[in-house]
C-alpha cells in the first residue's frame, strides 16, 4: 500500500503539531517513533482518518483522500484501529466485542460475524475466553480481542497508536508478539511505539518524527545502527542507557 503525504501540517489551537511532512512510500510494516509530543499520534490518526490536516494533502495507493465527514467515514471502514485503552464494550463477552461491530457497522450477516469473530480469536490464543468480558481479562488479553477487532472487517491497513503503553512487560510481549505474527502472515500496518526492540527487528521501515518534522524515514536496520542526525542518535541513546 502507497501512503503519499504532501506538505501536510496539523495546528490545534494556533499550536502547530505537525510541520510540512511529505512521504510517498510503499507501507507493509512501519514503525513510527521519536519522543513524546513529536506528533506521532497525531499523524497516525491523520493517516487513519481520525483527524483532518491543517493544510496539505493525502492519497492512499494514488487515490486522493477528501477530508469531508462523508468521505473520510467510508474511508475508515477500510482501516482497523488498535488504540492505547482496548475501547472494548465492558458489558458484551470478547466474542460480541469483535462480532457486533462487524454485524452492525459492516453489515456483515450476524452468523457469519460470529462465525468470523471465533476464528479471529481462537487465532489469537482466546479460544477459552470467548464467553468472558473485559474486566474478566487480563491487560493482554484484552488488547488481543480489540486487535481481533480490528481485524474482523479484514481491512488493508491495521493502525496501532502505542497498543502496549498502559500494559506490563509480560503482557507487552504478548501483544507484541501477536502483531509480528500478523506482520509475517502479510498484513500491513503502521505502529506508533515506544519498544524499541519491536520497531527494529518486527518492522521493515522506521519513521522518526521530532518537534513535529519527519526528520528521518528509512528501513529499520539503517536507522537504529546508523541514525543520520544529532536528534535521532541523541533519541536511541537516552532510551539505550538503562537497558540491559
Known amino acids: ?71 473520510l467515514r467510508a474511508y475508515r471502514t477500510t482501516l482497523g484501529f ?21 454485524h452492525v457497522v459492516h453489515g456483515v450477516g450476524a452468523p457469519e460475524a460470529d462465525d468470523r469473530a471465533r476464528e479471529l480469536l481462537a487465532r489469537l490464543g482466546l479460544k477459552d475466553a470467548l464467553a468472558k468480558r473485559p474486566a474478566q481479562l487480563s491487560g493482554g488479553q484484552k488488547q ?8 474482523a472487517a479484514r481491512p488493508r491497513l491495521l ?18 508478539d501477536v502483531v509480528r ?18 520497531a527494529r527487528h518486527a518492522c521493515d521501515h522506521v519513521a522518526f518524527l521530532y518537534g513535529g518534522r519527519l526528520l528521518e524515514y528509512g528501513p529499520s536496520e539503517r536507522i537504529f545502527a546508523h541514525p543520520e542526525t544529532p536528534e535521532l542518535s541523541r533519541f536511541l541513546s537516552r532510551l539505550l542507557e538503562w537497558s540491559m
Open 1 to 71: 500500500m502507497r501512503i503519499s503525504l504532501d506538505h501536510l501540517c496539523k495546528s490545534f489551537d494556533g499550536v502547530e503539531v505537525l510541520r510540512d511532512i511529505t512521504f510517498n512510500e510503499e507501507v507493509s510494516a512501519l514503525a513510527i517513533i521519536g519522543p513524546s509530543g513529536g506528533g506521532k499520534s497525531t499523524l497516525l490518526h491523520i493517516i487513519g482518518g481520525l483527524e483532518t490536516p491543517t493544510s496539505g494533502t493525502m492519497a492512499v495507493d494514488g487515490q486522493p483522500i477528501d477530508f469531508d465527514e462523508a468521505s
Open 82 to 102: 488498535v488504540f492505547q485503552d482496548s475501547g472494548l464494550f465492558h458489558h458484551m463477552s470478547a466474542l460480541e466485542n469483535v462480532a457486533l461491530p462487524l
Open 144 to 151: 488481543r480481542v480489540a486487535i481481533a477487532r480490528a481485524l
Open 159 to 176: 493502525l496501532l497508536d502505542e497498543p502496549t503503553s498502559a500494559l506490563d512487560p509480560e503482557f507487552t510481549t504478548e501483544v507484541l
Open 181 to 198: 505474527d500478523l506482520a509475517e502472515e502479510g498484513t500491513r500496518f503502521i505502529i506508533v511505539t515506544h519498544e524499541m526492540g519491536f
